[in-house]
């Protein structure tokens, strides 16, 4: 899979980072990215790549996400993100090892943000995303979202104060925050119910993706002792009809996670958790199927 690192200046990379943050959806920003780098190949002369990639992945992604919208409008349950997972390391390739570059990219790609992201409409969305992760001045955004400069700092306004309730600030001590997550696991594991509910934001929720192909919570949990309960209950669930499942830590869009697979190496299950102030205040599992083949290929080695 491509980088999403917004330094690396590879036409397929810059080209996967806009679309993914666009769509939510690997499958979908692979397929824009290549599209992109195709119609780069057949252009003649392009004085500055960088750019005609980063214009045409936008304008591929806001029709994508057009028609992606009326997809998304009868999904069963809660809609999540395709989760982006990276070893905890973060030291390859793929994801900076500087822990200031890490927070930064993690900010960007967070489940949270993402799910946000959903309150806009897609011109919306690519004016917010190309002024506030990819750093391009107003009148670039213009050409780019085809608005005049003005409307383009209007889109961009409108934008951010829509997105601003949904994108929590996290923690930035990445020890802390995993042995929290640690802890959080055992508890999990061990039933332990109030050892848990210690560890849970009073206000904490959990979404389920099972997209009506799997079995998830078709609405969101809310409350420390619910979901609690709700962890521990499905955990013993799963324990009792498959034993078989083996899980690993990841980093999944920049936070601490969970990939759950069985022993034939498909993906059961991805958790991902978004910890502020030493507490855990989001737990997003991500079970549909069509939601998790990529990671067959980019979590074996």
């Not at 998304?72 to 822990?99: F, N």
């Not at 570059?101 to 992201?117: G, N, P």
């Not at 690519?126 to 979202?145: C, K, N, P, S, T």
């Not at 997105?163 to 802390?176: L, T």
């Given at each position: 899979m491509p980088t999403t690192d917004k330094n690396s200046y590879d036409?397929?990379?810059?080209a996967f980072a806009i679309a993914y943050r666009m769509l939510g959806s690997v499958a979908d920003a692979e397929d824009v990215a290549q599209e992109a780098v195709v119609r780069l190949a057949q252009e003649d002369g392009v004085a500055n790549p960088e750019a005609w990639v980063t214009t045409v992945a936008t304008r591929l992604s806001i029709d994508q996400l057009r028609s992606a919208r009326v997809r998304r409008e009868a999904y069963v349950g809660p809609w999540l993100p395709e989760p982006l997972v990276a070893d905890p390391?973060?030291?390859s390739a793929h994801h900076p090892a500087d822990p200031a570059d890490r927070a930064e990219l993690a900010d960007t790609l967070s489940q949270a943000l993402l799910v946000a992201l959903e309150r806009l409409t897609p011109v919306e969305r690519a004016a917010f995303l190309l002024r506030e992760v990819f750093d391009y001045?107003?009148?670039r955004i213009a050409e780019i979202v085809d608005r005049s400069e003005d409307n383009a700092r209007q889109l961009v306004t409108r934008a951010k104060k829509h997105v601003a309730a949904g994108r929590p600030r996290f923690d930035a001590d990445e020890q802390a925050r995993d042995r929290l997550?640690?802890?959080f696991l055992e508890a999990v594991d061990g039933g332990d119910l109030d050892g848990l509910e210690e560890l849970l934001a009073e206000?904490?929720?959990l979404w389920g993706d099972g997209g009506g192909v799997v079995k998830a919570a078709l609405i969101p949990v809310h409350g420390a002792a619910d979901v609690a309960r709700f962890l521990v209950h499905t955990d013993r669930y799963r324990r009792k009809h498959d034993d078989t499942i083996v899980a690993e830590s990841v980093v999944v869009n920049g936070q601490p996670g969970s990939l759950f697979r069985h022993t034939d190496g498909t993906?059961?299950?991805?958790m991902a958790v978004d910890i502020v102030d030493g507490r855990i205040v989001a737990i997003r599992t991500m079970r549909n199927p069509e939601k998790l083949g990529h990671l067959v290929r980019t979590t074996d080695h």
């Amino acid at each position: 899979m491509p980088t999403t690192d917004k330094n690396s200046y590879d036409p397929r990379n810059i080209a996967f980072a806009i679309a993914y943050r666009m769509l939510g959806s690997v499958a979908d920003a692979e397929d824009v990215a290549q599209e992109a780098v195709v119609r780069l190949a057949q252009e003649d002369g392009v004085a500055n790549p960088e750019a005609w990639v980063t214009t045409v992945a936008t304008r591929l992604s806001i029709d994508q996400l057009r028609s992606a919208r009326v997809r998304r409008e009868a999904y069963v349950g809660p809609w999540l993100p395709e989760p982006l997972v990276a070893d905890p390391r973060w030291d390859s390739a793929h994801h900076p090892a500087d822990p200031a570059d890490r927070a930064e990219l993690a900010d960007t790609l967070s489940q949270a943000l993402l799910v946000a992201l959903e309150r806009l409409t897609p011109v919306e969305r690519a004016a917010f995303l190309l002024r506030e992760v990819f750093d391009y001045d107003y009148g670039r955004i213009a050409e780019i979202v085809d608005r005049s400069e003005d409307n383009a700092r209007q889109l961009v306004t409108r934008a951010k104060k829509h997105v601003a309730a949904g994108r929590p600030r996290f923690d930035a001590d990445e020890q802390a925050r995993d042995r929290l997550f640690g802890r959080f696991l055992e508890a999990v594991d061990g039933g332990d119910l109030d050892g848990l509910e210690e560890l849970l934001a009073e206000d904490v929720v959990l979404w389920g993706d099972g997209g009506g192909v799997v079995k998830a919570a078709l609405i969101p949990v809310h409350g420390a002792a619910d979901v609690a309960r709700f962890l521990v209950h499905t955990d013993r669930y799963r324990r009792k009809h498959d034993d078989t499942i083996v899980a690993e830590s990841v980093v999944v869009n920049g936070q601490p996670g969970s990939l759950f697979r069985h022993t034939d190496g498909t993906v059961f299950a991805v958790m991902a958790v978004d910890i502020v102030d030493g507490r855990i205040v989001a737990i997003r599992t991500m079970r549909n199927p069509e939601k998790l083949g990529h990671l067959v290929r980019t979590t074996d080695h």
